[in-house]
């Protein structure tokens, strides 16, 4: 429903790659994104706003910070199942090349995407308690995951100041470093790296608000 059509308007990329080959990586990261959000949204919002499961798993001896953390691991999985299906079902209907080393590098770009934007929806779900604000919120995120990471338009296509301000965004990171490896076959070790530590923080922060949340 989205590489189809826009194939016909956006023909080429800059590069001058096919649109509908270019866009495949694309469509698997925005895919894993909605995979990723359901459990997520149920774990830290509507469980405790709810007073249900979650309060129960609290209380137990692992700490705030585990619970984090084993949630993004269990919604990460689900999401890389769901990706994997989809990216059978795309190269069924578009003749694409996939090596080895691509579809490899690839999986890892997408772990380090879906483990920043798991904290980004545990944060936000820790963060709001009214269902209204957070449809709200959540219709945002998913607007700057569509068309502010550049997996259906190039930052090449926004004006300067914006582009430098997507780029920069971490959620844009993981997927820059695979059309960079993807292009040119080199491995950008240095934003691969510099994403750990936002994950272990975020991780570490999200511990604290669920704690605060919980009143323990």
Request: net charge positive.
């Amino acid at each position: 429903m989205i590489g189809v059509p826009l194939k016909n308007v956006i023909r080429y990329s800059l590069a001058g790659v096919s649109y509908d080959i270019w866009v495949f990586p694309g469509l698997i990261f925005i895919l894993s994104s909605l995979s990723l959000y359901p459990l997520l949204y149920r774990e830290f919002f509507d469980l405790r706003i709810h007073r249900k499961v979650l309060v129960n798993i609290a209380l137990t001896p692992h700490s705030k910070n585990k619970i984090v953390f084993a949630s993004l691991v269990v919604a990460g999985l689900e999401a890389l199942v769901v990706a994997s299906i989809g990216t059978i079902f795309y190269t069924g209907l578009i003749p694409i090349v996939l090596t080895l080393p691509n579809l490899i590098f690839l999986l890892c770009c997408l772990v380090v995407y879906l483990l920043l934007l798991g904290n980004l929806f545990i944060s936000v779900s820790l963060l709001i308690d009214t269902l209204t604000t957070m449809s709200l919120v959540m219709f945002m995120v998913f607007l700057l995951i569509l068309f502010g990471n550049g997996f259906l338009i190039e930052f090449s296509f926004f004006p300067l100041g914006f582009e430098s301000f997507l780029k920069w965004q971490p959620l844009s990171l993981p997927f820059q470093s695979y059309q960079r490896f993807n292009a040119t076959g080199m491995i950008d070790w240095s934003t691969m790296v510099s994403l750990i530590p936002v994950i272990y923080f975020w991780i570490i922060l999200n511990g604290y608000l669920l704690k605060r949340k919980l009143r323990q």
